[in-house]
């Protein structure tokens, strides 16, 4: 079949390469002139981590990536209220647990879709960055696809990876604002280089009623900072200049080195800002048209694994396809029957987690730090991270 996927974050990429090696042929389509740098850092585990595995990226994961220590909680004057060994986090994972850049993810991903075309096999994979999808015409044989360059194309499936955001899900299942669910809180993260002081291979987190700031030491002397605060409406997008005015409007009253952080922040080498949402659909696909990642399904930030969940969802719908023998509607169903309701139940239990990371009031902020404080008792840290650690995916076999 004739494929294409729109996105070329972690999703989509991950789909093309097992597509391409299941003999279809695939075009990567992706809005930006290149591959996005910058971003977040994700804790990266569980059945995506096999995923992976089966991709042959996780040497490469390794070696990026970063294992940190300890994270530690810290009052306005930077002494230590309460820390967790991270080690025992990777204990509960059977030491398959990595915290890497979520470029640094993406970046490998598509080496590897590279290697699937320079390899060439059955199927093949065109990449085209700096276009996106216009309008999709699906006529029950085709979908003929209008891009913003002024090209028209057919295809026999077409997969929305397009993010929170989705064109593809706008297009062909209607409006944004009918999925979403805004959870009041928004993201942003940064990174500056030469900052100090530098903390190795510890994560420090600040927080106070409606934000918390986070700050972990990178790799060549660079330093990432994540903001999570309690926003309600609409953010800027594509505006640097206004998404930054924001973050000093909403935090410049906080303490620590908050006031200091906003001052360099004009000097970030990348930047990203958004909304903490959901995407809840009764449907994944329809027709010829289906949705992966974030664009399906996000759980938001907060919920954590958004990447290894894009990973699982692109790897069980490649194999949805291959055991459909072509029959897309079969293929369709079988992916959201395995996965829908693990994926729901994720959402649910990442409602309530906005306290943890941005107490609404003053008796909030109380309960989280003592709840924060029961972390550092061995007993109960292996008791919670035992459970939250556990990953109920099981996934299809791979390909011969």
């Known amino acids: 079949m004739k494929v294409l996927i729109v996105g070329a974050g972690i999703a989509g990429p991950t789909l093309a390469y097992w597509l391409a090696r299941d003999g279809h042929d695939v075009t990567l389509l992706e809005r930006a002139p290149e591959p996005r740098r910058g971003g977040y850092v994700v804790d990266f585990w569980g059945t995506g981590y096999t995923v992976a595995e089966r991709m042959g990226l996780v040497p490469r994961l390794l070696a990026e990536g970063y294992h940190f220590r ?48 320079e390899a060439g096999g059955a ?29 028209s194309r057919a295809f026999d499936l077409v997969i929305g990876a397009d993010g929170l ?41 600040r927080t106070q009623v409606g934000a918390q700031t986070l700050r972990i030491a990178l790799r060549d002397d660079v330093t990432m900072f994540c903001f999570m605060f309690r926003h309600e409406g609409a953010v800027p997008i594509d505006d640097v200049t206004a998404q930054q005015e924001l973050l000093r409007r909403r935090l410049g009253h906080l303490g620590w080195e908050v006031p200091r952080i906003l001052e360099l922040m004009p000097t970030a080498r990348t930047f990203y800002l958004d909304k903490a949402s959901q995407i809840r659909m009764p449907s994944w696909s329809r027709g010829r048209v289906a949705l992966i990642g974030d664009a399906a ?11 290894a969940l894009a990973m699982v969802e692109a790897y069980v719908l490649a194999r949805a396809l291959r055991d459909a023998h072509g029959d897309h509607a079969a293929a369709f169903a079988a992916y959201e029957q395995r996965l829908a309701p693990v994926v729901r139940t994720k959402q649910d239990a990442a409602i309530g987690l906005g306290t943890a990371f941005a107490p609404r009031t003053r008796a909030q902020l109380i309960v989280r730090d003592a709840l924060v404080g029961l972390m550092g008792i061995p007993f109960v840290a292996n008791l919670v991270t035992g459970r939250s650690l556990r990953d109920p995916i099981e996934l299809p076999p791979p390909s011969d």
Do not use: N
């Open 70 to 117: 300890t994270m530690r909680e810290v009052s306005d004057h930077g002494r230590k209220i309460t820390q967790l060994d991270a080690e025992r986090l990777i204990a509960g994972a059977d030491g398959r647990y990595v915290t890497i850049a979520r470029s640094d993810l993406a970046a490998a991903i598509l080496d590897a879709v590279r290697d699937v075309v």
């Open 123 to 151: 199927g093949s994979i065109e990449m085209l960055f700096g276009d996106t999808v216009e309008r999709l015409d699906d006529d029950g044989d085709r979908v003929r696809v209008e891009l913003t360059s002024g090209g």
């Open 165 to 205: 955001h989705s064109r593809v899900r706008a297009l062909a299942f209607g409006p944004e604002a009918g999925y979403e669910r805004d959870l009041g809180i928004a993201v942003a993260a940064f990174d500056i280089r030469g900052y100090r002081p530098r903390d190795e291979l510890i994560a420090i987190t």
């Open 297 to 307: 399904a996000s759980p938001s930030l907060l919920a954590g694994q958004g990447s």
